[in-house]
């Protein structure tokens, strides 16, 4: 297993991702396989456990804590994050932490990240009202968080504006980071925000959910002719060796075959030639669907709507290439009338695309696929709804 050094920390390059474990048929975590897993990770030298609130419905930092208590506290490192993510009428992070706590039996995370700081989130994060970011530093103070960051799907403007009122304070930051986001997603240029804050960076989806774990067939060959000796797989994290500020990736792992490989993938830094990586890049240029907007803004300045059509044509492409979540965060957080169904279909915009859009068209399709998405501010009241009903039993119990 490779290694960085943070702060005085050895950590595993391979992070170990608690989002996907392995399940039984009714969806409870496989408690048996899990342990297995996490046994095996020890074995072969990963040590950095990444677990959260809502995963796997509250289970999974349960789960987690319980097979890591099998080991010296001293040998791994457990990273967990506040919800702040889910939209709630009030945040309680001191209650939340101490649950958290509590889940994982311990006394202390080694890591603690502010859960998905976004567009639809930041309010919650910065009001004065809930005092999360204070709270979470006077924890870090007591020692009851070893080192304090933050995760983020954000557009690269707001991870910026975040960074100039809180970077001071923040140790690590995790985003999506692979080759398809690289340019789909913006990451390329998240990377440069991070890399010039000076803030390490923490991967995560690295082969995106599984979709970038196999080539089509018809283009096995030709990556095989460049390395005959790596799967497929192993390509999404060989590019990522050779980003700079990358010190641990994570992967959400169902599997122990999936973790086996992993493993031995983390063996050894190889990261990818120019040659390598150029063609890698234009694989992912074949993955994507949608409408070849380069956001050169023209569009902008004569809509009526004032709409930020750029934005907006790039959810659409990323919901092509099934970005589903992240659209659906970056949407319920617009005003309804920068919404692509403000857009008046005056054309205004398309006659001055050098791309030939069809704007309007696409601000309509944009709309429809919307309605298919499920509401980030819905899920999220129905999980405080939910919370709220299994406290309440709790107590009349």
Known sequence: MRYIEFCGDKLSRLGFGTMRLPVRGDRSIDEEKTAEMIRYAMAHGVNYFDTAYPYHDGKSELVTGKVLREFPRDSFYLADKYPGHQIADSYDPEQVFEDQLRKCGVEY??????????????????????????????????????????????????????LEQYGKDMEFCQIQLNYLDWTLQNAEEKVRILNRYGIPIWVMEPVRGGKLAEFPEEMRQGFRNLRADESDAAWAFRFLQGIEGVHVTLSGMSN???????????????????????????????????????????????????????????AYNETQTGGGFTVSMQLDALPEDKLPTACIGCGSCESVCPQGIRIPEIMQKLAEVRKTLPSWIEISRQREEAARKAKQRKADA
């Open 109 to 162: 995370f080694d890591y603690y990240l502010l859960h998905n700081v976004c567009e639809l989130s930041m309010p919650a994060y910065t009001d004065a009202r809930w005092e999360i970011i204070p709270y979470f530093l006077e924890q870090k103070r007591r020692g009851r968080i070893r080192h304090f960051g933050f995760s983020s799907h954000a557009r690269p403007e707001t991870l910026e504006q975040f």
């Open 256 to 314: 122990l075959q999936q973790l086996q490989e992993n493993v031995r993938i983390f063996e050894e830094e190889k990261p990818l030639s120019e040659e390598e990586r150029d063609t890698l890049l234009k694989y992912a240029e074949r993955l994507k669907r949608g409408v070849p907007c380069t956001a050169c803004r023209y569009c902008c300045d004569g809509c009526p709507s004032e709409l930020d059509i750029p934005m907006l044509m790039h």
